[in-house]
């Protein structure tokens, strides 16, 4: 397993250099002078062009690669157009809000996925069933941002149960991870449904059944952690999704995370800001995937990680 990881990690450079390019070449491709914006609309042409000579914003975009290429290499993501401020120290600042309501949003979204989903399976074609799918298809067709401006119409405004943005203690997570987290949990839901209704019509279920094993016990031993594998899978890509995927939600509810951040450098041309967002959010695909594989012979031992796969 350790080579198979190693192996897997050596084969992320190449590929994220071919990010980087993309990125570079998608973020020069956003129209607007960022050296305008900054210098004002009152600003003289001489202004304007100080400020790209100090950002290398006159050099060819082959020259401004390289350089930012060079600078990559030695740990260094540049500085920003806008602030001034060093991108690495921008990025760690946000990172931490992200993580933790992105991990708030996907704990929920488990244990209700996964009940659901179950629930789900179990009370097939009953009541419980059609109650269950009907939650997940609503929650994966309501978009994130008309959900997350009904909570706060309902709870924050109506009811004043809960504040309309901004992060603090336990009360300011409730409402944007619900609305982060009910997408994925809706996911779950389903993946967990389908995925265990097929265990349940594995020959090994019905002889456990017919050893006098009580239901909990078949469910809970033997059909849920197959069920879990393929599930297992999902749920780490939703996640790599959550937690680079949440710009609507901390937009909405001014969570001072990564995805706000990159709307702002959006929004003022931040050239070096974005590049290192969109490297740093696929880098986390990337290792979540790897996680997710190791994961994989966790579940299931029969599961093997040889030196040439």
């Known amino acids: 397993m350790l080579k198979y990881s190693v192996k897997r990690i050596l084969g992320m450079i190449p590929l994220l250099f071919v990010i980087s390019l993309i990125a570079f070449m998608f973020v020069h491709l956003i129209p607007g002078d960022p050296a305008r914006l900054i210098a004002g609309t009152d600003a003289t042409i001489e202004e304007i062009e100080n400020i790209r000579e100090k950002y290398g914003l006159n050099q060819p975009l082959y020259q401004q690669y390289f350089d930012y290429m060079a600078n990559l290499f030695q740990g260094d993501l540049g500085q920003s157009i806008v602030t001034g401020r060093p991108v690495l120290d921008m990025l760690v600042e946000r990172f931490g809000p992200t993580l933790s309501l992105t991990l708030a949003s996907m704990a929920w979204a488990l244990i209700f996925g996964l009940l659901i989903g179950v629930i789900s399976a179990v009370k097939r074609n009953k009541w419980p069933d059609h109650l269950s ?154 290792l979540i995937n790897l996680l997710v594989d190791l994961l994989y012979g966790f579940l299931n031992p029969k599961i093997r990680y040889e030196e040439g796969s």
Do not use: C
């Open 133 to 286: 799918m009907f939650l997940a298809v609503s929650g994966v067709s309501i978009p994130s941002f008309w959900l997350g401006l009904m909570m706060i119409q309902l709870f924050s405004v109506q009811l004043g149960w809960f504040p309309t943005g901004g992060i603090g203690g336990f009360e300011t997570y409730i409402l944007p991870s619900f609305t982060l987290g009910a997408g994925v949990a809706a996911i779950i839901a389903r993946f967990t449904r389908s995925s265990l209704m097929d265990v349940l019509k594995e020959d090994y279920i019905r002889t456990g059944r017919s050893k006098g094993l009580t239901e909990f016990k078949v469910i809970n031993r033997h059909a849920v952690r197959n069920a879990l594998i393929p599930v297992v899978t999902m749920s780490g890509l939703q996640f790599g999704f959550l937690l680079s995927g949440s710009i609507i939600t901390e937009t909405i509810f001014s969570w001072p995370g990564l995805g706000r951040l990159l709307i702002n450098s959006i929004t003022a041309r931040d050239y070096p800001v974005i590049q290192s967002e969109i490297l740093l959010f696929s880098l986390e695909f990337l």
